[in-house]
């Protein structure tokens, strides 16, 4: 039985309707994770991992949670022509079903490669990797008919620069949202120039720390006004504390709290944040639902260990729901705020088919591979219930890495890499 798949967007499908919903550029990482350690080795020393799960990160994170929200995905990425490229190329392409028609494989260049050792709740890293053999404007040429892109802010390829077009901008021109977001700043500067970019923008989605950083303000209810002169559609996420965005189009302002979960790995949680912000904003719902729906995907996201595997589908949508109005009048104030908060769900679960995807199975295997029953999928811990497994999920499993006699897939163009 193949698992059936929920179009939130089906209202919105005309023959001139755009090819995609989301169009992605960035770096995919295999990430390698290990689990369940009860601290960090000490120096000249080893300790065991319980579980470890391997799955495509960086921008595969964003990919993959826009796909499992039934979004239709592009991503142009370079990948290597090792094993791990083999490995993260099926992944997204047969199980996620996120298209690459804009990716390139390139001939003797390795995969980035992240290990994560997640203690008490929260994770280090420690990542090896090259530039990409080609940037991404020339590696996609002209982009595909989009009704949003979600990229980076970046001095690399920056957005607005007079007489230069990123790819961004070209299909921005060709009716795309901007959807924006900023990483880490590793050397401190935290440059509120990088804010000029902002003027190409729809919306600009930075975390709490991220946006205060840039703004230089004390707080962010503060970064966040900063940010509303900006762009169109502010948005600042405060992990546990929620979300606040304003969206000057609509007039609308809003705060919506995080829902209560034990917190297990953070991993990709602001990727999964933005993912359910960015359907809610093609759906045109109301600014409180958009990031309450985003909150919900993100917090049943870090409530499993791994990156870009622990996205949540609509299946998993529909069980939290379900458990919510059932819960709803007999589990004091807490769960009847969470069942008004989300009674928007109510118009959208029912159309949700029962064998809707959720996450996939094999994550990690101490859940999966050890305590569980053939065709579990991977959901929180604990939950026993057997779904219809993702296809093809079993290949996120420990050692299912492609084997140097496995055949490419038909859509992997190889172009030659630029030496170093």
């Not at 965005?245 to 999964?272: K, M, Q």
């Not at 908060?341 to 029962?354: G, N």
Request: negative net charge; aromatic residues 8%; charged residues 20%.
């Amino acid at each position: 039985m193949s698992v059936q798949a929920y179009d939130p967007l089906a209202d919105q499908r005309t023959p001139e309707a755009p090819q995609f919903d989301v169009f992605l550029a960035g770096t995919v990482f295999l990430d390698i994770v290990f689990t369940g350690l009860p601290a960090m080795p000490a120096a000249g020393t080893e300790i065991w991992a319980e579980g470890m799960g391997s799955c495509p990160g960086g921008i595969a994170n964003l990919a993959i949670a826009t796909s499992r929200l039934g979004l239709r995905t592009s991503l142009a990425a370079a990948f290597g022509d090792d094993d791990y490229g083999d490995f993260c190329w099926r992944t997204l392409a047969e199980q996620e079903a996120v298209d690459l028609s804009r990716s390139r494989r390139f001939e003797q260049w390795h995969s980035p490669v992240t290990v994560s050792m997640a203690v008490d709740r929260d994770r280090s890293m420690v990542t090896h990797g090259h530039a990409a053999p080609m940037s991404a404007s020339e590696m996609i040429g002209s982009p595909p008919r989009s009704r949003a892109v979600i990229v980076a802010l970046s001095a690399e390829e920056p957005l607005g620069v007079p007489g230069a077009s990123s790819w961004a901008e070209l299909a921005h021109r060709d009716g795309a949202l901007i959807f924006a977001d900023v990483g880490w700043d590793p050397s401190g500067a935290w440059s509120p120039a990088l804010l000029e970019q902002l003027s190409a923008c729809h919306a600009f989605m930075p975390n709490a720390v991220e946006a205060t950083a840039y703004t230089g303000t004390d707080n962010p209810r503060d970064a966040l006004y900063a940010i509303a002169d900006r762009v169109p559609l502010a948005v600042v996420t405060d992990g546990a504390n929620g979300a606040m965005a304003i969206d000057s189009i609509t007039g609308e302002e809003a705060y919506v709290p995080a829902p209560r979960v034990t917190a297990l790995d953070p991993t990709g949680a602001g990727d999964v944040f933005g993912a359910g912000f960015v359907l809610g904003t093609l759906c045109r719902w109301p600014l409180a639902d958009r990031l309450a729906f985003a909150g919900l995907c993100a917090a049943l996201a870090v409530q499993q260990f791994g990156g870009s595997l622990a996205a949540p589908g609509w299946g998993d949508i529909a069980d939290w729901w379900h458990e919510v109005r059932a819960e709803a009048g007999h589990g004091g104030a807490y769960a009847d705020s969470v069942a008004r908060r989300y009674a928007f769900l109510d118009r959208l679960v029912p159309t949700v088919p029962v064998g809707a995807v959720r996450r996939a199975a094999a994550t990690i295997a101490r859940h999966a591979d050890l305590e569980m029953a053939p065709l579990v999928t991977g959901e929180a811990s604990g939950d026993t219930t057997t779904h219809e497994p993702r296809a093809g999920s079993e290949a996120a499993s420990e050692g299912a890495h492609a084997g140097p006699d496995e055949p490419e897939g038909p859509e992997s163009p190889r172009v030659p890499a630029q030496k170093e």
